[in-house]
């Protein structure tokens, strides 16, 4: 059920809590739902287009698949595929699965994983040295995310029906073709790489990760389909 309120305040959207979602990302998403107005309209335009997209493969009662690639497949990408995921689950969104890849093999960084255990992420090595396997828990009904470096093409991602969020500029110009796509689209964010060991690390990990969970809740309120457990608020 849809509760009509002002004009001016129609993109404040509050999803029904989910009980299973680990409580401190649950409080974090409902924060950052009151902030889409701070979005600037050209960046909507943008991330509309990935709703809809997911829009329209959930009427065909097709499954969504999203997948995030920056260059290193280590920082951006990661937090996009999991804050995707989160978000779907925040708005009770179902179908929804995401990934991530990159033009080059690395690692998930330790900085990028401590900016999300800060906030409340469960995650836990399971395999690796170099290129480590991380399991990454947010909801305890769901399973969890599946994070490694790998390239976009690598078989753990699927090569069809796929949108394909470049959340890099040298990603962008270095796929020129990534296999199955539907849907491809620029959504460039600010390298957080920038700050290693420098005082301002920290911060900008978590303004990293804070700007792309944002749009990935803005992302999926904006998915149009029945859902009655979204509400206007």
């Known amino acids: 059920m849809l509760i009509k309120i002002p004009a001016a305040h129609r993109e404040v959207i509050v999803a029904k809590p989910n009980q299973f979602m680990i409580h401190a990302i649950q409080t974090f998403c409902s924060e ?3 902030e889409f107005t701070s979005i600037p309209e050209e960046r909507k335009e943008a991330l509309e287009k990935i709703a809809g997209y997911i829009s329209e493969k959930l009427h065909k009662g097709m499954p969504v ?9 280590s920082r951006r990408s990661h937090f996009g595929q999991i804050w995707a995921q989160v978000a779907a689950a925040y708005f ?21 994983i401590r900016a999300l255990q800060r906030i409340g992420f469960d995650i836990r ?19 969890p995310l599946t994070c490694f470096s790998k390239t976009y093409d690598d078989s753990f991602n699927p090569n069809t029906h796929v949108a394909a969020i470049m959340t890099c500029g040298d990603a962008e110009k270095n796929c020129p073709f990534i ?16 700050s290693d060991h420098s005082p301002q690390q920290d ?16 992302v999926f309120s904006k998915v149009n389909f029945k859902n009655d457990e979204k509400v206007f608020s």
């Open 179 to 194: 296999p199955g796509v539907e849907l491809r689209i620029a959504t460039p964010y600010k390298d957080p790489k920038e």
């Open 92 to 112: 009770h969104v179902k179908g929804i699965h995401t990934f991530s890849g990159g033009t080059e093999v690395t690692a998930f960084h330790p900085n990028a």
């Open 32 to 34: 950052l739902a009151l």
């Open 203 to 218: 911060d900008m990990y978590h303004s990293c990760s804070r700007l792309i969970a944002l749009e990935s809740l803005y």
């Open 65 to 73: 698949q999203l997948m995030y690639v920056c260059t290193h497949n």
């Open 125 to 143: 090595r399971v395999s690796g040295e170099i290129n480590p396997v991380y399991e990454v828990y947010y909801d305890l009904n769901e399973e």
